[in-house]
């Protein structure tokens, strides 16, 4: 005797299948896959809240990134491939020294120098103090930094 079978069984069925095979196609890509070296950031760099130069290089800083334009090339820094903070409140060159300060909301400071990122944490890991931090501005006078906060 042959039975009917309930055509919910049968798109049950016939779905299941489907997605096995999908699943497949699917594992047989990442199988292929190529591996990646490094990760690429996806951060908008078409608004621009600081600039600064220092002799032919300029520095665009957004809130999360940084762009460094030299000769008609580009660099561009994240906290993905050197730059220490995120949400970037201020930026200014200082030509005696040949850096670039960065101030971010949370009191971290970066220094660019030659290419190369130095990170201060001294206005971050302060325990005397617990309110804002943010660096708002810098000054340069007779080879010292002057970092404007909120405290």
Known sequence: MIRRISPKILLTLFTALLLGLQAQAQS???RGAEPFDFWVDHLPYNSF???AA???RTFAATENS???VHQGEYERLSRINGLTGSNITALA???NSQTVWIGYANGRLDIWENGAIKSIVD???TPSYTGLKQVNDFAFYNGKAYVATDF
């Open 28 to 30: 047989d890509k990442v």
């Open 49 to 51: 809240y600081h600039i």
């Open 54 to 56: 220092l002799d032919d």
């Open 66 to 68: 940084l762009l460094i």
């Open 93 to 95: 060159s200082d030509e």
């Open 123 to 125: 206005i971050v890991e």
